[in-house]
């Protein structure tokens, strides 16, 4: 399975908002959910390519998908 880049975390948030998550709370990390899965995300720019395809798969999507809704 191919890494996903290095995304800034908004563009992470962004995309997450696209397939219906919302941010439940923020301080140094954001913690979205949906209802059934719960991510978060490091302020980091850019968070790191391998954290951030575990956040795609912890939220339910491919990296293809992922990458097709940035």
Request: net charge positive; charged share 20%.
């Given at each position: ?55 795609a798969r912890d939220a ?10 940035l």
């Open positions: 399975m191919p890494k996903l880049p290095g995304v800034n975390h908004l563009d992470a948030v962004r995309v997450l908002k696209k397939v219906g998550f919302k941010v439940a709370r923020q301080g140094k990390h954001i913690v979205m959910t949906d209802g059934i899965h719960v991510v978060t995300i490091p302020r980091h720019n850019p968070v790191n390519a391998i954290t951030m395809g575990n956040i339910g999507l491919t990296n293809e998908k992922f990458r097709k809704l």
